[in-house]
């Protein structure tokens, strides 16, 4: 069993600069390189959606569109903790944001992008950006 806790956000001015932290413990995949690790966010009346995700197996992240150039997915060497860097932040930005993890085949080239995919999730940290 995996557990999932997120750190940081909180609220920033536009422009400024945030972190969160993921940790995981427990048991199992997430200890190996066959996970994928990903950030979600989700804003009230909007689906969940893929911010940032983080493939074990080459330890290589995928950004959104929407956050490509201004967040950065980072794991710590040797420990199961995980932080996304968030620069230039945008009133687009607030949100809900939750960590969430699931095991991966052999055969998964990339991390699955749909917040059903994830069997493991945080609670959530709010993140408010004000203009």
């Not at 001015?13 to 048991?27: D, K, V």
């Not at 074990?56 to 794991?75: E, H, L, M, N």
């Not at 999730?121 to 408010?128: D, L």
Request: proline share 2%.
């Amino acid at each position: 069993q995996v557990d999932l806790m997120e750190s940081g956000g909180g609220s920033v001015q536009a422009g400024g600069s945030t972190s969160l932290s993921c940790t995981a413990s427990g048991s199992g995949y997430i200890f190996s390189e066959r996970y994928c690790l990903g950030w979600f966010r989700q804003t009230p009346g909007k689906e969940r959606e893929a911010v940032a995700t983080f493939f074990g197996r080459d330890s290589s992240p995928w950004y959104a569109d929407s956050v490509k150039g201004r967040f950065t997915f980072s794991k710590e060497n040797g420990r199961a903790i995980w932080h996304l860097e968030m620069n230039n932040l945008e009133s687009e930005d607030t949100a809900m944001y939750y960590c969430a993890s699931r095991p991966i085949g052999g055969a998964v080239r990339a991390c699955y992008l749909d917040w059903r995919e994830y069997g493991s999730w945080g609670q959530g940290t709010q993140v408010t950006v004000s203009s």
